[in-house]
């Protein structure tokens, strides 16, 4: 860097007056005459007024903003919050419940981000659906994207117990409220262990999501989702209906998604057993096959309500109480008695369909394949046949439920032998019992938004 402007100055003064002093010595000493000694004093001047020239220059050739100046970054600058800027509305009239018959097979259902029509409202439905999608929440970056077939911003998902909603995704970050167990969220994006999540009133912070459920359809929509127990239990024993369980509704688990553009169930999966589900999923659907779930999560009233009233069937009926007695089997084989892995939604009850007809479906910039026509394949029983009809051993297998059991096996789950459609995933299990996940409550409400 040259030297300031006044520095310069000062030293060219200086030296132009010492040159002239030393120049009049020598032209006075060879005795010339005095025109020389004139003309020695300008050029010692001009030699001087050069230097203080060149000075000028460099400095302006070096000042700020110059092309050959050293680059210097701008100071950083905090972005402010967007969840402040765009506060969410209250979702919870933004959703429609209520159980109805699932679309027959076959039937492609165009999504669509606009809400439905009056007319295509389910039955009995006493909620308002979307109106305005300006008023969803807004997602605030897109994160682990490859994760799943959509991404998980704006997602839904839900705290499976007391959980603390907190300021800064750090454990001994300040807590702004807890949680309640079943209660639901707007996912906004994923950072390590922590999820910043918007709740329905607009209220923002971080929570652990080692102990939340997603929804399944909103992060892999090309899984065939059939949750029967939602809107026409086809629970049976033997054969025979379980006296208020068969055909009935047991929980509500049918909703407008936003998200998706269409009617779809709502499943509730342990986050750390969904991923393992897409890894499943996708090497189905390089078969040419698709997962179909018939249930993931099970609320612990549900599953007493199972339990009583197939031990009243069974009193009744010699039938299915000589086949569920069946050594080594008793009842707690094919309905837990007191806590089961669905109500810590760390287990899923699934079958297996070939793929007829696909094509490829985007949202947003995203696009997944969407199963239009399938064929289930033949198991060794009907789905939710509670006796030792459903056992799988080698005698039973199919050629459908082998390769069930083969996608779930990979992927770490653990099946059950009473059965063939049940599959523990082992990690879920042991986070849902450390923190005694339970189940009781109920989940019928969704929050999902467009990725």
């Not at 779930?293 to 009583?308: G, L, M, S």
Request: hydrophobic share 40%; charged share 20%.
């Amino acid at each position: 860097m040259v030297a300031d402007l006044p520095q310069v100055w000062y030293i060219g003064t200086i030296y132009g007056a010492v040159l002239r002093t030393y120049m009049q010595q020598v032209v006075t000493y060879k005795n010339y005459g005095e025109e020389v000694k004139v003309f020695v004093f300008v050029v010692c001047l001009c030699v001087a007024l050069v230097i203080i020239g060149l000075a000028v220059l460099s400095e302006q050739v070096n000042a700020p903003g110059a092309e050959s100046a050293e680059y210097e970054p701008p100071p950083e600058v905090s972005l402010p919050d967007l969840t402040e800027r765009f506060p969410a509305p209250d979702l919870a009239d933004d959703v429609v419940m209520s159980p109805i018959p699932v679309p027959p097979a076959g039937e492609e259902i165009i999504p669509s981000t606009e809400p439905p029509d009056d007319d295509d409202m389910p039955p009995d439905s006493d909620s308002e659906h979307a109106e305005d999608e300006d008023e969803e929440p807004q997602i605030i970056v897109q994160e682990e994207d490859e994760l799943f077939e959509l991404p998980i911003n704006g997602a839904t998902g839900w705290a499976a117990r007391v959980l603390p909603l907190r300021r800064n995704p750090e454990s001994v970050a300040e807590v702004i409220t807890n949680l309640a167990p079943g209660q639901g969220f707007t996912i906004l994006h994923e950072r390590g262990n922590w999820w910043h999540i918007q709740l329905s009133g607009g209220m923002s912070g971080w929570v652990e999501h080692s102990s939340c459920f997603i929804n399944l359809p909103d992060v892999i929509p090309s899984i065939i989702y059939d949750i029967t127990n939602s809107y026409s239990s086809i629970k049976r024993s033997s054969g025979y209906d379980i006296p208020d369980v068969t055909g009935q509704s047991l929980y509500e688990a049918w909703a407008y998604n936003n998200r998706l553009g269409k009617y779809e169930f709502i499943v509730p999966s342990m986050y750390e057993m969904s991923k393992k589900v897409y890894e499943m999923q996708k090497a189905a659907l390089a078969d040419g096959n698709s997962i179909m779930i018939f249930e993931a999560f099970r609320p612990h009233e549900t599953q007493q309500r199972v339990y009583r009233n197939l031990s009243d069937l069974m009193a009744a009926n010699e039938v299915v109480r000589n086949a569920i007695n069946t050594p080594p089997w008793s009842i707690g084989a094919f309905i837990a008695t007191s806590l089961s892995n669905h109500q810590r939604a760390a287990a899923i009850d699934a079958s297996l369909a070939r793929i007829i007809m696909q094509n490829d479906r985007t949202i947003g910039n995203y696009t997944f394949t969407h199963v239009i026509e399938y064929e289930e394949y033949e198991m060794p029983s009907a789905m939710h046949e509670l006796s030792p009809r459903s056992v799988i051993n080698s005698s039973t297998a199919t050629t459908g439920s082998t390769l069930l059991r083969g996608y779930f096996i990979s992927q770490g789950f653990t099946p059950v032998s009473s059965e063939w459609w049940h599959f523990n995933e082992p990690a879920s299990v042991s986070i849902a019992t450390r923190f005694g996940l339970s189940g009781t409550f109920f989940i019928d409400t969704i929050y999902s938004v467009l990725p």
